[in-house]
């Protein structure tokens, strides 16, 4: 079955960059999405369509995708974005959340 | 702004079917989106369960389609999530979801315990 696979844990000092990467067969072809979810909350989507930040998300937050890799990076990272980051896109056989990654900003 | 609410029993029975609703406000579930549910185990990842279109077209998690049903009730603005033969491991939040982007939408979450 399809598999997209990010590192479980990313850790920077804040005012760093981080980036968060997501690998799967099927990015070359269709768009990868990008959820931060913050202890017993929602989810909230920070970017869309591999690159597009929706209203609201801060423009530390940007996206890229190149072959099979989407890269998620907030440059600048505070302490409040602490929080685990999935991406998320499909294939023939319908939708998928990576496994998610644990960012820490310390 | 559309709203989402999640609603059903906390507690299910090993081998008994798990249901849940999602009421709709603040939009019609007639418009051009796919529906979904999403479920998170405790202290462990997200999980596309699958979605629903206003005609009633479906998509479903290949691992849990053989157990899954979702349908839509246009006149009540509410779609429904059926997840039969439970187990331990289907403990989880699940959440009900618009994740068409730009505007996405999610509700607050209800746990299901599967427990007897």
């Known amino acids: 079955s399809y598999e997209l696979t990010q590192p479980p844990s990313v850790s920077v000092s804040p005012g760093q960059t981080a980036r968060i990467t997501c690998s799967g067969d099927?990015?070359?072809?269709?768009?990868a999405y990008w959820y931060q979810q913050k202890s017993g909350q929602a989810p909230v989507l920070v970017i869309y369509?591999?690159?597009k930040r929706p209203s609201g998300i801060p423009e530390r937050f940007s996206g890229s995708s190149s072959g099979t890799m989407a890269t998620l990076t907030i440059s600048g990272a505070q302490v409040e974005d602490e929080a685990d980051y999935y991406c998320?896109?499909?294939?023939?056989?319908?939708?998928?959340f990576g496994g998610g990654t644990k960012l820490t900003v310390l | 702004q559309v709203q989402l609410q999640e609603s059903g029993p906390g507690l299910v029975k090993p081998s008994g079917t798990l249901s849940l609703t999602c009421a709709v406000s603040?939009?019609?579930?007639?418009?051009?989106?796919?529906w979904s549910w999403v479920r998170q185990p405790p202290g462990k990842g997200l999980e596309w369960i699958g979605e629903i279109y206003h005609s009633g077209s479906t998509n479903y998690n290949p691992s849990l389609k053989s157990r899954v049903t979702i349908s839509v009730d246009k006149s009540k603005n509410q779609f429904s999530l059926k997840l039969s033969s439970v187990t331990a491991a289907d403990t989880a939040v699940y959440y009900c979801?618009?994740?068409?982007?730009?505007?996405?939408?999610w509700g607050q979450g209800t746990l299901v315990t599967v427990s007897s």
């Open positions: 979801a618009k994740l068409t982007a730009p505007k996405v939408y």
């Open positions: 603040g939009g019609s579930i007639s418009s051009s989106n796919w």
């Open positions: 099927a990015l070359p072809k269709k768009y």
């Open positions: 998320y896109s499909t294939d023939s056989s319908g939708w998928r």
């Open positions: 369509e591999d690159s």
